[in-house]
């Protein structure tokens, strides 16, 4: 089972809308990671948010953190057909350099 | 600065070659990754280097994968005898490796090993 899961494989919004990736996880971790991956590409990080922190803002992204439900939430909003990625949640567990990640969610952003 | 580099960006092998495959890290960075992604099981941990010393191998199959880091500008996974299980896309990482927590991965675009 993963270390880190996000909730949905799937979502598809309309360009402008707001639409939030969620994922829950499941041991102590030092931070909690947002990438993006687009086709062909390698994933590519959108925000750390350490485990001391509850919310991280990167323009129109923003990442929270839960760390007593051992949940995290990542919200775009204004989005664009470039936001069109698989987005993965990553953690690395407390003491371990190991960054794990989630088996992601396809997100759709149609004209 | 031009990222992670890494070739081939697709390989195709008959079943039982070898393959190699490359990754030079972004400068400077001291910690090199290699995962492995497919559909089925998603991204995948295969080894870590950290100043081009093996640190963990604990995701690579025991039989058949290597990996090497022999100079701070280059690594390798070579894969014996391959199989078509082993098709999938091949990712390098680096990170600066501060001895942070938490460190940034930044990732290449992959090789796409194709096993016939």
């Known amino acids: 089972s993963q270390l880190a899961e996000e909730n949905s494989w799937a979502l598809s919004v309309h360009e402008g809308e707001s639409v939030t990736v969620n994922c829950s996880y499941k041991?102590?971790?030092?931070?909690l990671q947002w990438y993006r991956q687009k086709s062909g590409k390698g994933p590519a990080q959108l925000i750390l948010?350490?485990?001391?922190?509850r919310e991280k803002r990167n323009g129109r992204l923003r990442a929270t953190l839960d760390t007593s439900s051992q949940s995290s939430s990542l919200s775009i909003t204004a989005t664009r057909c470039e936001d069109t990625a698989v987005y993965f949640c990553?953690?690395?567990?407390?003491?371990?350099?190991?960054?794990?990640f989630g088996s992601g969610t396809q997100l759709t952003v149609m004209p | 600065n031009a990222g992670v580099i890494q070739t081939p960006r697709h390989k195709v092998t008959g079943k039982g070659q070898e393959a190699t495959l490359w990754c030079e890290p972004i400068?400077?960075?001291?910690?090199v990754f290699w995962y492995r992604q497919t559909i089925v099981q998603g991204l995948e941990f295969l080894t870590y280097?950290?100043?081009?010393?093996?640190?963990?191998d604990s995701g690579m199959p025991k039989e058949r994968f290597s990996a090497q880091m022999p100079n701070q500008s280059h690594s390798t996974l070579k894969i014996q005898s391959t199989q078509p299980q082993d098709s999938a896309v091949y990712l390098c990482?680096?990170?600066?490796?501060?001895?942070?927590?938490?460190?940034?991965?930044?990732f290449g675009s992959g090789t796409r090993l194709t096993v016939l």
């Open positions: 990482a680096s990170s600066l490796d501060q001895g942070a927590s938490a460190e940034t991965l930044y």
């Open positions: 041991t102590s971790i030092t931070a």
């Open positions: 948010i350490r485990s001391n922190e």
């Open positions: 990553a953690t690395d567990a407390s003491g371990s350099w190991q960054l794990i």
């Open positions: 400068s400077g960075h001291s910690a």
């Open positions: 280097f950290r100043n081009q010393a093996p640190i963990d």
